[in-house]
């Protein structure tokens, strides 16, 4: 089992910059493909980006794709959501989720853990 905790959260102008940290616990966090969610009120979750065990694969929902970047530290047991050029519709409260699956997903009900999620709220 791993428990993750997301931190980075804030208010932010439009065009501006955030990063988001997602800190795991337990041994075995090399062991999951890791994923960035985002939830706006009134609306369902949604996948933001995703990327394998080891790092070398990452996977972007079209709405962040060439704005944000996922990396991830597994010597730090930490996974990263860089977000740039952000706009008033990446309000959300973002979630970092685990997958022990074998593949990187992209859908909500294919992740295993997830943590309490942190606000993004980004002013026009």
């Known amino acids: 089992q791993v428990q993750l905790v997301e931190s980075g959260g804030r208010l932010v102008q439009a065009g501006g910059s955030l990063r988001l940290s997602c800190a795991a616990s337990?041994?075995?966090?090399?062991?999951?493909?890791m994923g960035w969610f985002r939830q706006a009120p009134g609306k369902e979750r949604e996948f933001v980006a995703a990327?394998?065990?080891?790092?070398?694969?990452?996977g972007y929902a079209d709405s962040v794709k060439g704005r944000f970047t996922i990396s991830r530290d597994n010597a730090k047991n930490m996974v990263y959501l860089q977000m740039n050029s952000l706009k008033p519709e990446d309000t959300a409260v973002y979630y970092c989720a685990a997958d022990k699956g074998t593949a990187v997903h992209t859908t909500v009900w294919q992740y295993d853990y997830w943590g309490q999620g942190t606000q993004v709220t980004v002013s026009s």
């Open positions: 337990g041994r075995t966090f090399g062991s999951y493909h």
């Open positions: 990327i394998s065990r080891g790092g070398g694969s990452t």
